[in-house]
């Protein structure tokens, strides 16, 4: 069984080293930590009195899994969820913040389970997400990884300078696409027509 350490070293792998796209609203990233979130944590990690870019590129893999534990799955209450979700949301909410839990949250309200949509993982929440799984376990991790995929398409239409991160230059899916598919039973994988046909429009 995988621990959250496991879990959030595979993060980092899959997040890479050190980027500063201008298309990214995330900022420069380096092991999936922004200098947008090493601002708002006040972590001066080379202790210059400023957070920029230099702090951005000093931030090792172990750090990168610290601050990912503590901020991105202790604070946000994702250890209340099934133990089979946790992956998937801890992931994402790497990628995308509180958005991972509106995602659920979303998924969950179309199950029937009346809960605000707000990024929070309460007790109703995460009771209602227990409830899901429980009912449909296989089912319930898969819907997740599918209503991710549907994120990140939906965004990519609305932002055309985004497309880049679901769409390789050859016209494959990207690594938005993967990343999601890699927490989805692969026959629920998009062909590459079926994924042609959902990007038609973006020309």
Known sequence: MQTVQDIA??????????????????????????????RRLGLDLNKDGKVD?????????????????????DRPSISGLPLALQPSVFDMYVNAGSNAVKI?????????????????????????AVTAYEKAPAQMVDAYGIARRNYYFNLADGRPPSRKYAR?????????????????TPKYHLSQVEFQKRIAAWG
Do not use: C
């Not at 390789?168 to 989805?184: M, P, Q, V």
């Open 53 to 73: 870019l230099r702090d951005v590129q000093s931030v090792t893999r172990d750090q990168a899994i610290e601050i990912f534990i503590e901020h991105y799955f």
């Open 104 to 128: 659920l949250q979303r998924l969950l309200g179309q199950m029937g389970f009346e809960l605000a949509v707000d990024g929070v993982l309460g007790p109703k929440s995460l009771a209602a």
């Open 168 to 184: 390789t230059r050859s016209g494959k899916k990207g690594g938005w696409i993967r990343r999601a598919e890699e927490f989805i």
């Open 9 to 38: 070293k595979s993060i980092v792998a899959r997040e890479g080293g050190f980027v500063n796209d201008p298309d990214d609203p995330g900022g420069a990233t380096n092991f999936g930590v922004t200098i947008h979130t090493l």
